[in-house]
């Protein structure tokens, strides 16, 4: 009896878990077409002005709402929608008051070309209710993608003591003015701003645009509150809402423990101390039909003499490298059988749809859930690029350095400015233009070889390339408990998702409700955003290695 009861609550607990994923889902396809990227344009020149910050289109002839710290009546804007339609909107009203910097913070701008526009239904902030589910779609300025990232959240405070409603829906620069939705797919609030904790975010009620809906159709920064008012009106759904609270199907509860464990912790010597780093654990089969154990985690995380800090008796050895993917494959070399695994004949693979609810199995078989964010997509290098210290004058030919850092690996080989570069690795340069293309498929502490003439003698060096240094910024965005990844960038097929991944997790599996892997976690990208490398990218590097 009691068997048949745990089995019956685990299976109500996952239909309640599927209920609430199409809830979001559904939400997600009415507000997700109205979700806008914008930054200020100058119309004559045709050029981007400014930064990046997000918006969301609340009427089909093209009224904008967005915080009012991103906007300036008067001035053009681009925006940019999730199906790849553009336009130029202009700023309308704002409303900042000095007194109280960075509050109210409401901001509306309009769209100026003809058209009818993708866009979302308001909804009303009175009604909310503590511990609502709430959506952001939105776009982080790190990440510097056309499409937004979703994140899944709560409702924590309804109103604070500044008036701002407080969501657990992450947020990060360039999301500012984006949109807020509830279950329904309305939008409640837009994004303000952001406090260190994770849980800090910032939004302005929509009742307030509600409230000031004519007086903000003028091109005025507002000093106070606008003395002509709107009625907001009563929220059709709060009885709904109040009603819908209760239902345990909006307040599941997730699983915290995996059935069966596919994640092991490896400690190894990274510089001489020791780190730890996550891995996941897959079983295959030999042509014999003999198991064998591999296990997949981050490369540029994985040190010397690696072992499994939890089976001491499973001795490792590296099978394999991919570094495009920072991964690393490998083997349990004694035979030691870990307990549980992926089978590689059973990994399916799985859609992938913003909206998805998605588990993270960590150390232990800890489970941490979370949603997925959006399309896979590829990142350039930025904070992983090369760092030579020397510059070529723009197009010159021949290539003549221009600028030289002396502490760099270019000014410490003695190359200064004037000087021309000949061959880089051995192949010549033909012009200034070609270099930087070449380099970039250099990683840090790679070396390369130059070959120069300076003052009438040729010289020839090895130099090892550095690492580029980021700016430190006191920025709560970038106070990240457990911090970035280090290697975070520069990958040709990557997903995101808003689960609770510190830099020490990556190597850790991602799954799905119905417990397909659906990737492996490669990176804490930035406070709102963890990137997994898709289901096939890492078959494809345990199947390339023989």
């Not at 130029?88 to 000095?98: E, K, Q, T």
């Not at 994985?302 to 490298?321: C, E, R, T």
């Not at 975070?488 to 190597?507: L, P, Q």
Request: some cysteine.
């Amino acid at each position: 009896m009691v068997l048949l009861l745990i089995g019956f609550n685990g299976y109500a607990q996952k239909k309640r878990l599927q209920q609430f994923e199409e809830i979001v889902s559904k939400a997600v396809q009415k507000s997700y077409p109205a979700s806008v990227r914008m930054w200020s344009f100058d119309v004559k020149l045709d050029q981007r002005t400014g930064n990046q910050f997000s918006g969301v289109v609340v009427t089909a002839d093209g009224y904008i709402l967005t915080a009012a710290h991103t906007t300036v009546p008067g001035k053009h804007y681009k925006v940019f929608f999730p199906d790849g339609k553009e336009c130029i909107a202009i700023g309308l009203g704002r409303i900042d008051n000095p007194t109280t910097p960075g509050m109210p913070d409401v901001g509306m701008m309009k769209i100026t070309d003809k058209g009818v526009w993708p866009f979302a239904e308001m909804g009303y902030s009175h009604s909310l209710v503590a511990g609502q589910t709430c959506i952001s779609i939105a776009y982080p300025e790190s990440l510097d993608q056309k499409l937004p990232t979703l994140r899944l959240g709560r409702i924590a405070e309804v109103k604070n003591q500044y008036g701002f409603i407080r969501s657990t829906c992450k947020m990060e620069p360039g999301d500012s003015g984006g949109p807020l939705f509830d279950y329904h797919g309305r939008v409640i609030g837009l994004h303000s701003a952001i406090d260190v904790g994770e849980d800090q975010n910032f939004e302005i009620p929509i009742d307030l645009y509600r409230n000031y809906w004519t007086a903000l159709q003028q091109q005025t920064t507002y000093l106070d509150f606008p003395k002509q008012k709107d009625s907001i009106g009563e929220d059709p759904l709060a009885k709904t809402l109040q009603k819908e609270s209760k239902q345990q199907k909006l307040h599941p509860k997730f699983d915290v423990q995996a059935d069966k464990l596919s994640c092991v912790a490896i400690t190894s010597t990274v510089q001489v101390a020791q780190q730890q780093i996550l891995a996941t654990l897959f079983n295959q089969k030999d042509e014999n039909g003999a198991k064998r154990q591999l296990l997949v985690t981050k490369l540029s995380m994985l040190g010397d003499n690696p072992k499994l800090i939890a089976y001491p008796n499973g001795k490792l050895s590296l099978v394999a490298k991919d570094r495009e993917n920072d991964l690393a494959l490998l083997a349990i070399s004694n035979s030691a059988e870990l307990p549980g695994g992926l089978n590689l004949w059973e990994v399916e693979r799985a859609d992938k749809k913003m909206g998805k609810l998605i588990y993270i199995e960590k150390e232990s078989g800890k489970l941490v859930p979370g949603a997925y964010g959006g399309e896979i997509f590829t990142l350039p290098k930025n904070s992983s690029r090369p760092y030579l210290g020397a510059m070529l004058k723009f197009n010159s030919k021949p290539a003549l350095f221009s600028l030289i850092n002396p502490e760099s690996p270019a000014g410490k080989a003695g190359i200064k400015v004037g000087d021309e570069l000949l061959a880089f690795n051995g192949v010549a340069v033909e012009k200034a233009n070609d270099f930087a293309p070449a380099l970039l498929k250099y990683w840090p502490e790679d070396e390369i070889v130059l070959t120069w003439k300076s003052d009438g003698t040729t010289f020839t060096k090895p130099l090892v390339l550095a690492k580029v240094k980021m700016g430190v910024s006191n920025h709560p965005a970038e106070q990240i408990k457990g911090g970035k990844s280090e290697r975070r960038d520069r990958f040709e097929k990557v997903f995101a998702h808003d689960a609770d991944v510190k830099a020490a997790d990556c190597g850790s599996p991602v799954f799905d409700l119905k417990g397909r892997f659906i990737g492996l976690n490669i990176a804490r990208f930035s406070r709102t955003t963890a990137l997994a490398l898709p289901t096939e990218v890492i078959l494809q590097f345990i199947k390339s290695v023989k």
